[in-house]
């Protein structure tokens, strides 16, 4: 099994910055051989959508949304994954959450809060 834990959520005012960061842990194979790993977020009332994901290789891709403002990257060394959010808006006030896939399995992280106040 895969463990993620993410952190770095917090409130923060429109037009403000967060990174948001996810571990990965566990199976050591699986934690290895990981592909791609991705943040998804659910907002008040709202699907669970994607924001980014970034594979093996480091391409990356971006919802419209947070296009030029957000940036996702990997540091396979110590098995990470980073979102760093920039001129945040209300709009991007939800549960952050970090997946990733591995083996042909599908890994979830818990979840972490991010409020934008305007």
């Known amino acids: 099994q895969v463990q993620l834990v993410e952190s770095g959520g917090g409130l923060v005012q429109a037009g403000g910055s967060l990174r948001l960061s996810c571990v990965a842990s566990?199976?050591?194979?699986?934690?290895?051989?990981?592909?791609?790993m991705s943040w998804y977020r659910q907002g008040p009332g709202k699907q669970r959508e994607l924001v980014a994901s970034i594979n093996r290789g480091g391409s990356t891709n971006y919802a419209d949304s947070v296009k030029d403002r957000f940036t996702i990257s990997r540091n396979a060394a110590s098995n990470t994954v980073v979102l760093q959010m920039n001129s945040l808006k209300s709009e991007d006030t939800a549960v952050y959450y970090c997946?990733?896939?591995?083996?042909?399995?599908?890994?979830w992280g818990q979840g972490t809060q991010v409020t934008v106040s305007s």
């Open positions: 566990g199976d050591s194979f699986r934690v290895n051989v990981m592909g791609s």
């Open positions: 997946k990733a896939d591995s083996w042909g399995s599908t890994y």
